[in-house]
């Protein structure tokens, strides 16, 4: 897929994409199956992050009907989904063709990490597996009172595989992070602020405004400083001191060019 996705390519992702000015919402738009995710979504999704145009400063990925994402169609592990890719039919391909497969679908998460702009994951009632998973990609979440996180994986055989490890244990720590995934229980809201996964709990009447607020507050500020800050605090998790001061005084020095430009 090049540049991005057509209106008809989005209707086939479940997907709808709004671009206003500087915020791009990305709505999950199948409500009738809870926004369960497919391949052809999480491809969408890849084309949307690596064709998004570069003065989007915050993308606000959100759920159509009652629930975020209740995870993976589970057509797809039982091959009831024809028009699909069946998930199903990695269990018999060879090693490498299984390991490119999965590279391709993670690209749908990992881009919501770029230091371009700030994610936000609009979170309500279920998130589930992959739900879970698309929201932990995103660096921030706005939650309803009636979220329900589950990390469902192991319950039916499997592991997180798309990219939802490594920021449940920097939230919530290691020893937390395992017990959420090995019991595939649930995680609802009151939790969920005290283990830091919620940047805020709403009603879920207030979801949109407490967004659309937070959007506006980020936006507030300058441009390239949030972008340069992102990056700094992403890098702080894997460098030690002495290369963090040099990122940071790089970063600064950057900062002092352009505002002297």
């Keep these: 897929m090049t540049g991005l996705p057509d209106a008809d390519a989005l ?4 997907l709808v994409l709004a671009v206003d000015g500087v915020v791009a919402t990305i709505t999950l738009n199948c409500p009738e199956r809870r926004n369960s995710q497919t391949p052809t979504m999480w491809r969408a999704l890849a084309a949307i992050g690596a064709h998004l145009p570069d003065d989007v400063r915050v993308v606000v990925v959100k759920g159509a009907g009652p629930s975020f994402s209740a995870g993976l169609d589970v057509g797809l592990l039982t091959g009831d989904a024809p028009e699909e890719e069946a998930v199903s039919d990695l269990l018999h391909r060879g090693d490498d063709d299984v390991l490119a497969t999965i590279d391709d679908y993670q690209q749908g998460f990992t881009w919501l990490r770029d230091p371009r702009f700030v994610s936000i ?16 990609a995103c660096d921030l979440r706005v939650v309803a009172d009636d979220v329900r ?17 490594r ?4 939230i919530v720590g290691y020893s937390r992070a395992l017990e959420i995934c090995a019991t595939a229980r649930y995680v609802l809201a009151d939790e969920a602020r ?5 940047t805020a709990v709403v009603p879920a009447a207030d979801l949109d405004a407490t ?5 506006q507050a980020i936006l507030a500020n300058s441009e390239g400083a949030v972008r340069e800050t992102k990056a700094l605090l992403k890098s702080a ?16 020095l950057r900062r002092f060019r352009e505002l002297s430009a």
């Design 194 to 198: 005290e283990l830091g996964l919620a």
């Design 237 to 252: 998790v894997d460098t030690d001191l002495d290369g963090q001061r040099l990122l940071e005084r790089q970063a600064q």
């Design 11 to 14: 209707t086939r992702a479940r």
């Design 121 to 136: 994951a609009q979170v309500h009632g279920h998130a589930i597996g992959a739900g879970f998973q698309l929201a932990l």
């Design 167 to 170: 920021p449940l244990v920097e």
């Design 149 to 165: 996180f589950c990390m469902k994986e192991p319950a039916l055989g499997l592991v997180p595989d798309l990219t939802g490890t």
């Design 211 to 215: 967004t659309a607020d937070l959007t």
